[in-house]
């Protein structure tokens, strides 16, 4: 079965092959899950074994081609429009119902897809309740979703919940090593950073990885030093992000990978200074040691939450250097440079582009330097 050419996820497919062999599919499945953990692909193979004559993996024959290009006439996919924020009524209303209604052969599956499913707008969403009460014989439909808690309790209880995991590490980076040409080295730390994501992973990995990552972590560790300034650490943020991107989208997205970076960067100086070495991340990075000592648990913990913040301002179409230029003050007030949060009002970014008292990471004082900020 195509099921097969999906890393990781024996639990969920395992849940779809056995209803499809015996005959017991539901009408409707919410497909619940982190991103790039094989949600949308096994949607696709749900698809070619509904459509398939020969529901082999790796099959190549017209219908899988066709669904794999999201060009099959019985798989209609639903996603958001370029720069709309919901998936509109009008798209379920005019489209998907009178797909379903249209009439099949016995056997005939007519699918749809909706990816992600907590994108519809709460008109869309009642629409949908009527054809997930009342499903036309022979129609399937898939919904895509990071968590089920996003959609209405109506929808979720009208589906059978299919729950994808985040894929194990050594899995990720065997895979990076079949695919692209990397060393076993480079591909476990790639497969750590992903987070159990093999769509992550093979992002980080296509790009010139390590060198984006030192950039990156250089950048903010200089920032919590206090050895660069806020401003322009967020321009050389803006400059990371934008050198592999195309268009604004693009830039967003890489944005997000970078502050994904940094949290789990931050999530290494707690450990480290714990000295528990063996869970690190960064593991490869020389200077971890040192960097841990530029901030407190407490402190660490808040600049990880206003990361955080900042990747939801993002998400949420805020502008990116003002953004960035907030989280870089934050940061460094936390980190108890210069420009402090009571400073704020005053803040000037031409000056503080000077480096605030410095913390630098040699001098002997580098352990004890709170002291001195509290
Ligand atoms: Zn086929």
New binding site residues.
Partial sequence: MPFIEILGQDQPLGQLSRAFVTGRLAHAYLFEGPDGVGKSMSARALA?ILL?P?KGEK?K?E??QLVLEDRHPLVRTYGLAKNSRNIGVDAIRDDLIPFFNLKSAPGEYKMAIIDPADALSPEAANMLLKTLEEPGEWSLLVLLTRTAQALLPTIRSRCQCVRFGRIPEPLIADRLMTKMDITREHARVVAKLSCGSVGRALELAGKDFSAWRVRALDAYAELLASETGPVETAAKFLEIAGKSAKGLQERRVELQHLLGILLTYLRDLVIAREKYEGFLLHEDRPTLAQEAALLDEEQALAVFDRIIEAKDDIDRNVNMQIALEELCLDTSAIAGGAAGTSDRAAWNPHAAREPAKSKRLSTPEAGSWRAGND
């Fill in positions: 070619r398939c020969r099959c024959c219908t899988c």
